[in-house]
């Protein structure tokens, strides 16, 4: 049973647009969410976290909002760039426990 | 520079054969992490380790071994690596003086087992 889902394998933006990227979870015992971003052939690097306290952190260009009720969590990119592209992947993790659960992935491609 | 190193990058080996991956990391880290990368399921922790010679099974830890006898290394063995195990593998590192620390990973390595 997947924990963490990333329904959406696949998502094309122009540059200077929007990227929204989202993720959900099942478990409400998670209290704190990371988005990855990978390249191929290198291993995943950190983009930005948030705290189940909170429901919003901005950094720079990224934004991740969480909305606990709904057990969703999005990666906003404004404006998107050709560089953003690679795959995203968000993770969740139950604070103590140092385990953490990935979702599958998001492969976004922005287009010049 | 700041980094996880992970060896060999490729190998493509046998049934059985066992195997050992290294993973290395030059910042100090208590916490390390292996994970595989599968088609459709991201990326599941095998193991990981809070420091030198405590280690804990993640969620897919069944056919495989690590150890920490060192901070800076956390090898991955196969001991009869089965075909099942042909996936791509990442290494990663933390802090752990404060919960939900970014993890820093190496560059895969990705095992074809015949």
């Known amino acids: 049973d997947q924990q963490v889902k990333q329904n959406s394998p696949s998502l094309s933006v122009q540059e200077g647009r929007i990227s929204i990227l989202n993720c959900d979870y099942t478990n409400s015992m998670f209290d704190y969410f990371l988005w990855y971003k990978k390249y191929p052939a290198e291993g995943p690097t950190f983009l930005i976290s948030i705290s189940s306290i909170k429901d919003k952190n901005e950094d720079g260009r990224f934004t991740v909002f969480l909305n606990k009720s709904a057990k969703h969590l999005s990666l906003h990119i404004v404006p998107s760039q050709p560089g953003d592209s690679a795959v995203y992947f968000c993770?969740?993790?139950?604070?103590?426990?140092?385990?953490?659960?990935f979702g599958t992935g998001t492969r976004l491609k922005v287009l010049a | 520079e700041a980094q996880v190193t992970q060896n060999p990058r490729y190998l493509i080996t046998v049934t059985g054969k066992k195997l050992t991956v290294t993973c290395s990391q030059n910042?100090?880290?208590?916490?390390m992490s292996w994970y595989r990368q599968d088609p459709g399921l991201g990326l599941r922790q095998i193991y990981y380790s809070m420091n030198v010679e405590v280690t804990d099974k993640g969620d897919v830890p069944e056919g495989y071994k690590v150890s920490r006898k060192e901070k800076r290394n956390f090898p991955l063995i196969l001991e009869s690596p089965s075909p099942n195990q042909t996936s791509l593998y990442f290494c990663a590192s933390s802090r752990s003086d404060r919960d939900n620390q970014p993890q820093h990973f190496g560059d895969g390595t990705r095992l074809s087992i015949l």
């Open positions: 910042m100090n880290h208590e916490y």
């Open positions: 993770a969740a993790g139950l604070s103590g426990t140092y385990k953490y659960i």
